[in-house]
Antibody, heavy 113, light 107 residues
Framework: QVQLVQSGAEVRKPGASVKVSCKASGYTFSTSSMHWVRQAPGQGLEWVGWINAGNGDTKYSQKFQGRVTITRDTSASTAYMELSSLTSEDTAIYYC??????WGQGTTVTVTS | EIVMTQSPATLSVSPGESTTLSCRASQSVGSNLVWYQQKPGQAPRLLIYGASTRATGIPARFSGSGSGTEFTLTISSLQSEDFAVYYCQQYNNWPRTFGQGTKVEIK
């Protein structure tokens, strides 16, 4: 079955960067796309960005433009989201989501001094 | 960007009753709208795509309708497992945008 398994929880200091991975299985990775969505504590869902896993094209929310980079490794069927210049406002659960239909389990990123 | 507005923020419903959730887009998104359900401590789950098509394994008591700027999600005969937060999201334009969610709670 289609499954997305994300990397484990991360703790960073303000100003640092974090890179979250999302390993896909159960389908042909390069024929799909991957979104990244985040959810701050007690808040709603916020779209971060997207990658076409086949050709590597990306789209980002303007809110994160310049701070976020989404990449993929087709040989490893894995997508990555890197967020830099972290502040406490970036404390959230980060989810990968395949084509809008299957979600990873989420990765908690905590930014604290 | 397209702003998605859900109403109401909270719905108090008794088990067995039916309820309707609303989602409005600030401009037309055609039928390019999905509904997700999220329970506490879990990732969201796809319920409806294309505004009205149930995802695989979703019970028939969930139905979606609408197009353009006005959409609804109807849950008939609410079961205990249906009490959750529901989000709409448009996928017609970049950036993709979510509504702020409607919490369906037990009355």
């Amino acid at each position: 079955q289609v499954q997305l398994v994300q990397s484990g929880a991360e703790v960073r200091k303000p100003g640092a960067s974090v890179k979250v991975s999302c390993k896909a299985s159960g389908y042909t990775f390069s024929t799909s796309s991957m979104h990244w969505v985040r959810q701050a504590p007690g808040q709603g869902l916020e779209w971060v960005g997207w990658i076409n896993a086949g050709n590597g094209d990306t789209k980002y929310s303007q809110k994160f433009q310049g701070r976020v980079t989404i990449t993929r490794d087709t040989s490893a069927s894995t997508a990555y989201m890197e967020l830099s210049s972290l502040t406490s406002e970036d404390t959230a659960i980060y989810y990968c989501m395949k084509d809008g239909d299957v979600w990873g389990q989420g990765t908690t990123v905590t930014v604290t001094s | 960007e397209i702003v998605m507005t859900q109403s109401p923020a909270t719905l108090s419903v008794s088990p067995g009753e039916s309820t309707t959730l609303s989602c409005r887009a600030s401009q037309s998104v055609g039928s390019n709208l999905v509904w997700y359900q999220q329970k506490p401590g879990q990732a969201p789950r796809l319920l409806i795509y294309g505004a009205s098509t149930r995802a695989t394994g979703i019970p028939a008591r969930f139905s979606g309708s609408g197009s353009g700027t006005e959409f609804t999600l109807t849950i008939s005969s609410l079961q205990s497992e249906d009490f959750a937060v529901y989000y709409c999201q448009q996928y017609n334009n970049w950036p993709r945008t979510f509504g702020q969610g409607t919490k369906v709670e037990i009355k």
